[in-house]
């Protein structure tokens, strides 16, 4: 893997505080408008996701290309392109003007020092969980787009904030 794969590769994910994502395969926290978010940001191009993750969906993801990676070779999905190699996967993608990484947290450390860019809804409050995103270094990022969400009856404080890495 290299440099040249940074253009392409965006990820997209929901963390609390503690960079918590997951609990038991499941999102552990119900935001209005996240998920309406999530494939707005997203419709049109290829996702990838690990097997676990594409398995807690439950279903393909539809007007995308669904990608999953796994280790397991003999994984078969009917209307997924499965990849055993992350490297084969983004020369495959190569022409794409821009793959979405969706998780989990597997997928997220691997993709991450490869990302150019990021598309992270931060959540203000802490949550149990077991699954995580890897810590980022935010020297490394520039904020280009942010959205505050105050705290209301329904809704939990959180912020969607887009950043883009910073030109080496």
């Known amino acids: 893997m290299n440099i ?3 253009k392409l590769l965006s990820l997209v994910v929901a963390m609390d505080k503690n960079n918590l ?24 191009n290829p996702i990838i996701m690990g097997r676990k993750t594409h398995e807690s969906i439950g279903r393909i993801l539809d007007g995308r290309e ?7 070779n003999s994984y078969k999905k009917l209307g997924v392109s499965i990849y055993n190699d992350f490297s084969l996967l983004l020369d495959n993608y190569r022409d794409t003007n821009e793959l979405f990484v969706i998780g989990g947290s597997e997928i997220y450390k691997l993709a991450l020092p490869l990302a150019n860019k990021l598309y992270i809804t931060h959540i203000h409050k802490e949550y149990t969980g077991d699954a995580w995103f890897p810590n980022i270094d935010f ?24 950043y883009e890495r910073i030109n080496e």
């Open 4 to 6: 040249k794969h940074r």
């Open 21 to 44: 994502i997951g609990n038991k395969n499941t999102i552990p926290w119900k935001i209005p408008g996240e998920l309406k978010r999530f494939r707005e940001i997203t419709m049109g």
């Open 66 to 72: 669904n990608v999953v990676l796994t280790r397991n």
């Open 139 to 162: 020297s490394d990022w520039n904020v280009i787009e942010k959205e505050d969400i105050g705290e209301s009856r329904h809704i939990v404080s959180h912020s969607f904030t887009i």
